[in-house]
């Protein structure tokens, strides 16, 4: 599960959709990008992220997806049941594609 803070406070949510043509699944962040791009945000200062399998980071393609809406600043907290891991997209994605 993921929750976006944007700039101005707002909380959006996603979650994985899995599917059984693995292509079709849709991960928690895009989802919750897609649900902030909705509502007229645009612009991301936090991300946490949950796993009950403990801190996971996101795949290299939400990282991207992430960075189009923040920056290397952003802070991400990845949480566990029993751990948190604090980081930045920029540490993440070091070295992210830009136009």
């Known amino acids: 599960m993921v929750a976006l803070v944007e700039a101005e406070g707002e909380v959006f949510l996603g979650v994985n959709v899995e599917n059984a043509s693995f292509p079709l699944s849709q991960c928690a962040e895009r989802n919750a990008v897609a ?54 997209l920029g540490a993440l994605l070091p070295l992210a594609f830009r136009l």
């Open 35 to 88: 649900a902030m791009v909705l509502s007229g945000k645009r612009r991301l200062e936090r991300v946490h992220i949950y796993s009950p399998k403990g801190p996971i980071p996101p795949c290299g393609g939400c990282r991207q997806v992430l960075m189009e809406f923040g920056g290397p600043e952003v802070e991400v907290v990845l949480h566990g049941p029993e751990e948190e891991v604090r980081t930045t």
